[in-house]
């Protein structure tokens, strides 16, 4: 089973440091997305895809976050000069079709913590 | 602002007993409303989807409800098992705004 796949599981850097994820979505599914969420909370929506297109942005995703999506297959999430408030799960989900019939597929998630 | 509340207290039943989890929404009118389930260091699991014109759709064991005028979903585990406890997302979507948005969710926990 060829599922979301999310790399590291499991990050611990210094504040300011600079920090990359990687997402590979399900192969033939068109749409991707970043979700960030804390311990409590529900995934919250940091930015999305169609194909290599961003077409979605966050008003929360501070110019220190950066995504990518080249081709229109893996993406990556930056976050530059972390501060202690990225401490966080990051989610990347995928999905096929839109509207009401769209599902999200989620990887595991990377655990970043910032100390 | 566009606010998604579900109970934030976690939900204790009795094996065999019906669980019921609710999502209550304001300043919203959402397309289509989504349930996952989500276990400790997991990402989120679709669940069941249901649209603005249903009010109700059933799959096995689960069922949800939507009312549009109460701004409510309902949520519903019959049977349930010590395998169903989990935190539960509810997810809403417009065909407006591409991305869901979550609930903080509600953790089940099932006692044999």
């Known amino acids: 089973d060829t599922g979301v796949s999310q790399n590291p599981r499991h990050k611990i850097t210094k504040r300011g440091q600079n920090v990359t994820f990687r997402c590979d979505p399900i192969s033939e599914h068109n749409r991707l997305y970043w979700y960030r969420q804390t311990l409590g909370q529900g995934p919250e929506f940091l930015t999305y895809f169609q194909n290599e297109a961003q077409l979605e942005k966050s008003r929360l995703l501070s110019d220190r976050f950066s995504a990518e999506r080249p081709k229109g297959s893996f993406s990556t999430l930056e976050i530059q000069r972390t501060e202690q408030g990225d401490s966080a799960m990051y989610l990347c989900a995928s999905s096929l079709g839109q509207g009401p019939n769209e599902k999200l597929f989620f990887g595991s998630g990377t655990q970043l913590s910032v100390l | 602002s566009q606010k998604i509340e579900q109970n934030s207290e976690a939900l204790n039943i009795q094996e065999g007993k019906t669980a019921t989890l609710t999502c209550n929404y304001t300043?919203?009118?959402?397309?289509?409303l989504q349930w996952y389930r989500q276990d400790p260091g997991r990402g989120p699991v679709f669940l069941l989807l249901?649209?603005?014109?249903?009010k109700e759709k059933r799959k096995e064991r689960l069922k949800v409800t939507f009312d549009t005028t109460l701004k409510q979903s309902l949520f519903h585990i019959t049977a349930s098992q010590p395998a169903d406890s989990a935190t539960y997302l509810c997810a809403l979507g417009d065909t407006g705004r591409r991305a869901l948005t979550f609930g903080s969710g509600t953790r089940l926990q099932v006692q044999p």
């Open positions: 300043n919203y009118s959402p397309a289509y």
């Open positions: 249901i649209r603005e014109n249903e």
